[in-house]
């Protein structure tokens, strides 16, 4: 008997499923001869990984059902559409040209003009900083659940254009198909783990024992304060994850 499984992939790429497969002497035999153009539906090749893990070995393979295949060949087709467009920066809830602009190709395909992005100037780079900065008291000051519940709408939104963010990722980075999807469901993984952690350790804020001083009466607590403005430097090999991981756990602290 071999049972196949295919993984859930964290509910966002298709539906969990699950097959289970019987095979006679006869019908391992007639498996045998057989050829097929799919990896995904071939059952001979199902058959060796089933039997190298019969004799101790390790074998895995990662395969995406054909509904997730078809939704990212879809994004795909709409995120080239868009190509070539020429973007801005985004200063202080504005969209704001930057100092000079810079064309970005595809490593993948350097035919594929990916669009005309700002670079700034160093006073558009301080204009951000000091928006950041005044932005800081409000939200610092906002409750923690409404910070939970805002970090986890950005989960949310993130999974509900799964496709499309990968498909840019993909283009920009060269990713495969796999790792870009992996990658922006790992990013809104982030920004629910930290909020329900969070939440979870109700903020950090920690009774401790009090000072054992005679006529005197001290009370100690230990509270995560947040220290202000942050700057995430994403690197190119994980440009969103690595923008949304720390982005996401300074925010739900109140920076």
Excluded at 74 to 83: D, F, I, P, Q
Excluded at 151 to 156: D, E, G, S, T, W
């Amino acid at each position: 008997v071999d049972v196949l499984i295919s993984a859930p992939q964290k509910g966002w790429s298709a539906s969990p499923s699950a097959g289970l497969v019987m095979l006679s002497a006869r019908a391992e035999a007639r498996l045998a001869e057989t050829t097929s153009n799919s990896f995904a539906l071939d059952l001979k090749k199902w058959r060796a990984i089933m039997e190298a893990y019969e004799k101790g070995g390790h074998a895995y393979h990662a395969t995406m059902p054909t509904d997730a295949i078809l939704g990212f060949r879809n994004a795909m087709a709409e995120t080239r559409a868009a190509l070539g467009a020429t973007h801005s920066l985004h200063i202080g809830g504005k969209e704001v040209a930057g100092a000079r602009s810079d064309a970005r190709k595809s490593p993948i395909d350097q035919r594929c003009l990916l669009g005309h992005f700002p670079v700034a100037s160093a006073a558009q780079a301080t204009l951000a900083m000091e928006a950041a900065q005044a932005a800081f008291p409000g939200w610092r000051a906002t409750p923690m659940a409404e910070r939970v519940r805002l970090l986890k709408r950005v989960a949310q939104l993130i999974e509900e254009r799964v496709f499309h963010i990968a498909a840019a990722l993909a283009l920009e980075v060269g990713k495969n198909r796999m790792e870009a999807l992996g990658e922006v469901q790992e990013t809104a993984d982030f920004f629910n783990l930290y909020a329900e952690d969070f939440e979870r350790q109700d903020g950090f804020d920690r009774p401790l024992p009090d000072d054992p001083l005679p006529d005197f009466r001290s009370r100690n607590r230990s509270i995560m304060r947040p220290y202000g403005a942050w700057v995430v430097i994403a690197p190119f090999n994980f440009p969103f994850a690595l923008a949304g991981g720390p982005v996401a756990a300074a925010l739900i602290t109140g920076n």
